[in-house]
């Protein structure tokens, strides 16, 4: 059995920036996360309607994913066998915050099923699967810092255990205009290893 795995693409959201292996595929001066992200969505071409109602940190895990699946050429039409392991420290509590504001709010009480939805961090794994077809395991875990041992040891237990075939992984955090987004692909083929110094090295680019 393969124990050896490989990282085939990666990609990082944060300073107003989105790189795909390292490389700027999209920058601007949005401060402002909102601003930003809805800029990116447009250059980055998306078409993902559903993209506008989602909650923020929803909206940087699916852009980044749609950004590195991209490049990986998948067909859009078929069942694609990828894990999806997602971690971050503060969870859903940018969502959180806004839920608790409208409950407390006594003149305008009325909890919105909208937000209400987003309070639970894995949404975003479900936003991402519905596009891509992706209806393996999947997992969000919160740290109080990036864990890459982690997402190294539970990603490579899921392809040697044969549950399935490639794994998305990594960090998605946000809090307000605070965000931070590292996605990496881990196939069974390639020629970058999947090990702890390569996982770190690439959240740091």
């Known amino acids: 059995m393969n124990s050896e795995y490989y990282i085939s693409a990666f990609c990082n959201i944060k ?3 989105i790189s795909l292996n390292g490389s700027q595929v999209y920058s601007d001066d949005n401060n402002e996360f909102s601003d930003f992200i809805k800029a990116a969505y447009k250059f980055l071409d998306t ?5 506008f ?33 997602f971690s971050n420290k ?3 509590l940018d969502t959180d915050r806004k839920h608790q504001k409208s409950i407390d709010s006594k003149e305008d009480y009325y909890p919105s099923p909208a937000i209400f939805v987003y309070t639970l961090p894995n949404i975003c794994i479900g936003e991402i699967s519905i596009k891509y077809k992706l209806f393996s395991e999947n997992s969000f875990f919160i740290f109080d ?10 990603s490579n ?4 255990a044969g549950k399935t075939e490639k794994v998305l992984c990594g960090w998605v955090d946000l809090d ?4 931070d987004a590292y996605l990496y692909l881990v196939t069974k083929t390639g020629t970058i290893k999947h090990n702890k110094e390569n996982i770190i090295k690439f959240y740091n680019t």
């Not at 078409?47 to 993209?51: A, C, D, G, T």
């Not at 994913?65 to 069942?79: P, T």
């Open 53 to 85: 109602k989602m909650d923020a940190l929803s909206k940087l895990a699916f852009l980044a994913a749609d950004v590195l699946l991209k490049s990986q050429n998948l067909n859009g039409d078929i069942e694609n066998d990828i894990a999806i392991v």
């Open 90 to 92: 503060a969870s859903s």
């Open 15 to 17: 300073n107003n920036t």
């Open 145 to 154: 810092n990036f864990n890459a041992q982690h997402l190294l040891d539970y």
């Open 176 to 179: 307000g205009d605070q965000y």
């Open 157 to 160: 237990s899921l392809l040697s």
């Open 47 to 51: 078409k993902y309607p559903k993209f």
